[in-house]
């Protein structure tokens, strides 16, 4: 099976842009999470999605949002972008019966400038 | 809230030696999972080993074995005979088994192991 894919892989924008990355897991695999990897922050789960419905959310700002398909590709938004935004997102995908363990993709390495 | 701490911000071994990363968590919860994932350069997430914590027994993985303390809550991850091909950032995470934490891992600082030849 193909692993999680995530495009771009590199992206830069700069203040006050938005912008939109794409996530698409393992075959058969219904749910999506996200996490923000930052040097200073560490991993934060941003939120997780199952069957198109946002079922749980990390502490971030409004900014950032999400979305699910009906073929479980993820995307999330990061609108009105600032220096701090800047970071690797990376996305993971967890089959519905075995939510114990993700899967992770290569990560979005996102610079605001 | 949970918590995960790894203590130790680098190590080093030498290669086929043994070397032994720490995590510790702080929980009220009964019902989690505990994993070690290993980032390399290339930013890779890849997962090393999981633990239930309703299971006593530790987990093993071919050379990747852990040592789960649920009383000390304590998870530490022993890697044995070191390959270059180790050396990599290492996260401890944790995940509650409850409904509740839908997808969320709480991960800690990670630590840097760096293999010698």
């Known amino acids: 099976k193909a692993g999680v894919t995530q495009t771009p892989r590199y992206l830069i924008k700069t203040r006050g842009q938005q912008v939109t990355l794409s996530c698409s897991p393992i075959?058969?695999?219904?749910?999506v999470s996200w996490y923000q990897q930052t040097p200073g922050q560490g991993l934060q789960f941003l939120f997780e999605?199952?069957?198109?419905?946002?079922?749980n959310k990390g502490n971030f700002p409004g900014r950032f949002s999400g979305r699910q398909f009906s073929n479980s590709r993820s995307e999330m938004n990061v609108s009105t972008l600032e220096l701090g935004d800047s970071a690797l997102y990376l996305c993971?995908?967890?089959?519905?019966?075995?939510?114990?363990?993700?899967?992770f993709g290569p990560g979005t390495r996102l610079t605001v400038l | 809230a949970q918590t995960v701490t790894q203590s130790q911000p680098e190590m080093s071994v030498q290669e086929a030696e043994t070397v032994t990363l720490s995590c510790t968590y702080d929980?009220?919860?009964?019902?989690?999972?505990l994993f070690w994932y290993k980032q390399p350069p290339s930013r890779q997430m890849i997962l090393v080993i999981r633990?239930?914590?309703?299971?006593?027994q530790n987990a093993t993985e071919n050379r990747f074995s852990v040592n789960f303390q649920k009383a000390a809550k304590s998870f530490s991850l022993k890697i044995s005979d070191s390959q270059l091909g180790d050396a990599a950032m290492y996260f401890c995470?944790?995940?509650?088994?409850?409904?509740?934490?839908?997808?969320?891992?709480?991960f800690g600082q990670g630590t840097i192991l760096t293999v010698h030849p």
């Open positions: 993971a995908s967890h089959p519905a019966e075995a939510w114990d363990t993700q899967y």
């Open positions: 075959s058969g695999h219904r749910s």
């Open positions: 999605y199952f069957s198109e419905t946002q079922r």
């Open positions: 929980t009220s919860e009964s019902d989690y999972y």
């Open positions: 633990q239930e914590a309703y299971k006593q």
């Open positions: 995470a944790y995940r509650y088994a409850g409904g509740t934490s839908y997808g969320k891992l709480t």
